[in-house]
């Protein structure tokens, strides 16, 4: 079945780095565009980061441009949120996400999220 799996949250201090995981399973990775989106609370989910089905176009919100950098391995079926002079304000879960637009339709998945919390 299609599995979105994160990794690599936890407890950062301001200033310090993360690195997130997404391993996918269950579907032709390669062929799906890939997003970050983190939800803090009582906060609206947000789009982080995007990139293309070969990493060729990267784009990101205005808050992390410059701090975070979004990238995938196809082989590994994997990608990557590199998260760098974090602040408190980026503490969120973290949820990455999988779409492939047809014609008149698509499909998306969602993983289960991985916590982050920036705090001295």
């Known amino acids: 079945q299609v599995q979105l799996v994160e990794s690599g949250g936890g407890l950062v201090q301001p200033g310090g780095s993360l690195r997130l995981s997404c391993a996918a399973s269950g579907f032709t990775f390669s062929n799906y565009a890939m997003r970050w989106y983190r939800q803090a609370p009582g906060k609206e989910r947000e789009v982080v980061a995007a990139?293309?089905?070969?990493?060729?176009?990267?784009n990101y919100a205005a808050s992390v441009k410059g701090r975070f950098t979004i990238s995938r391995d196809n082989a590994k079926n994997t990608v990557y949120l590199q998260m760098s002079s974090l602040k408190s304000e980026d503490t969120a879960v973290y949820y990455c996400y999988a779409l492939r637009i047809y014609p008149g339709g698509g499909y998306d998945y969602w993983g289960q999220g991985t916590q982050v919390t920036v705090s001295s």
């Open positions: 990139i293309s089905t070969t990493g060729g176009m990267t």
